[in-house]
């Protein structure tokens, strides 16, 4: 992975220049709103409707290929406890690509309000 590093004015900036190493930003980017989406809807399961539990543990699934260690080893348990409280059975983790994942975790965030 190669990343160069241009410093400024007491900030560092950083220019990602491979292919590895844009791939790493946007997964942390990515990953990162989802589990704060999933912090946030977790202190506010009772304005949540099932339908939106629902949605929320079908999110956690879809991060589970791209979390890194111990976030890797919560998604599943997230993805089933939404799932549990949305009055579901538990579904197959299945794969998205991380555009897609931004996009929705996007959507969600608006329909939730947070």
Do not use: C
Request: hydrophobic share 45%.
């Amino acid at each position: 992975m190669k990343a160069k590093i241009i410093l400024g004015e007491g900030m560092g900036v950083h220019r990602i220049t491979s292919e590895a190493a844009k791939y790493y930003a946007q997964r942390e980017k990515v990953v990162g709103a989802g589990v704060s989406l999933l912090g946030e809807a977790s202190m506010n399961l009772d304005k949540l409707s099932k339908e939106q539990l629902e949605k929320l543990g079908d999110l956690a699934a879809k991060l589970l290929p791209h979390s890194p260690g111990y976030a890797g080893k919560m998604m599943p348990i997230v993805a089933r406890l939404f799932w549990r409280l949305a009055g579901v059975s538990e579904k197959e983790f299945g794969f998205a690509e991380l555009n897609e994942l931004e996009k929705e975790i996007e959507e969600l965030k608006e329909e939730l309000g947070f």
